[in-house]
């Protein structure tokens, strides 16, 4: 009798794998799950929670958010918490350490809503994680430095909550890591030494200072690059070696001297290197290549709002949207940015707040009805009647710069 006393409960954890499939423990793992979160609105009929039926035959194919393994007993191997979908209440609650019990878990994904406390430190256990993305939450607490032993880890973004502390130094280990996105949370300290085979970096609208890395220490596999909003200066030297760069937002930080010549190339169609310290040329184009076709539909490049000067070159005619205003440039417009806005291929030039002289317009010619050209309050007065009709707010009222102002810059002026 006593004997069998003791095989009651291997008894009924067999019956609940033979009639429910999954693993007992990533069953209680869900449930314990489910607990430390909820609906906001659980009458919803899409609230999320609504098919978690522990008393469902086979959770596998009935919960939402989760895909198992197809032995048995079955394993969780991916969750997804909240439906991500707009008609639906998001998740509250906080993220259960019951997590680190799905031990065959690859992929962890929350989706926005208001879970608030720290990231489980347990997490680090689960050896197969290959994505983790909680996104737009409430989370605090540090980076749970467990995360970044995670041998297989390729995605990790935890973007848009209120994480705090620094990025581990321990990141540079990981040398499947692919995708890192920490903007819009409240990391502080410098960047460290990254994965040598890092695609795309995001760590915009945070509190990071210093430099970045040394140009020896920077991925030169980096596609994808954005650390605006943050507190960093420093030379952008350290970019120059990464060719494979097709999307690069240093804007509004602190950095200082000459933008690199091998940054101005067709491949990256996307730049935005606005309210720094910038300061010299724009630099001749390749002669290998006619610059009105260097760049295509969808370009943007932004330089607006440093101290960069002298004359335009061609090298950025053909961009599609590009921002120029506020800096020192002198002198005339070239004639291909006449012929790219003309043409229609450049959208949107601004060209306000600067020295400039000349914008040789084509008499006669209405300009297309989707392109905006601002030339106010630059060394001239704008033709009628492009140049301050298409001027943002921003520009202010004057047409033109005092004659003191521009006599410093041009020689003649319009």
Known sequence: MRMFLLLLPLVFLLSAVETQGISVVDLSALREIKNSLTDITSSS???????????????????????????????????????????????????????????????????TGIVTGPIPDQIGTLKKLSVISLTNNRLTGSIPTSIFTLPNLHTLDLSHNQLTGTIPGSISELSSLKVVVLGSNKISGEIPILPTELLHLDLSNNELSGMLPRKIRMPLTLRYLSVSGNR????????????????????????????????????????????????????????????????????????????LTGELTNTLAGVETLF???????????????????????????????????????????????????????????????????????????????????????????
């Open 45 to 111: 009929p899409n609230a999320f929670f609504t098919s978690w039926d522990f008393t469902a035959p086979d959770p596998c194919s009935s919960f939402a958010g989760i895909t198992c393994s197809l032995f048995i007993p079955k394993r969780v191997t991916t969750l997804t918490l909240g439906t991500g979908l707009s008609d639906s209440p998001c998740l509250a609650g906080t993220l259960s350490p019951a997590i680190s019990n799905l031990s065959e878990l690859t992929q962890l994904v929350l989706f």
């Open 232 to 307: 960093l200066w420093g030379p952008l030297s350290v970019l120059e070696s990464l060719s494979e760069l097709v999307y690069l937002d240093l804007s509004m930080n602190r950095f200082s001297g000459t933008i690199p010549s091998s940054l101005f190339r067709s491949t990256l169609s996307s730049m935005y290197l606005q309210r720094n310290n910038l300061t010299g040329r724009v630099p001749q184009p390749p002669l290998s290549s006619p610059a009105a076709t260097v760049y295509g539909p969808g370009s943007t490049v932004d330089l607006s709002h440093n101290s």
């Open 324 to 414: 120029l205003n506020n800096n020192r440039f002198t002198g005339t417009v070239p004639k291909d940015y006449v012929e790219s806005v003309y043409s229609g291929n450049t959208r949107t030039l601004y060209l306000q707040h600067n020295y400039i002289a000349e914008f040789p317009v084509k008499e006669g010619l209405p300009l297309p009805d989707s392109v905006a050209l601002c030339l106010s309050y630059n060394c001239m007065v704008p033709p009628v009647p492009v140049g301050f009709m298409a001027c943002p707010a921003s520009a202010g009222g004057q047409i033109s710069r005092p004659v003191n102002q521009c006599s410093a810059f041009n020689t003649s002026m319009a």
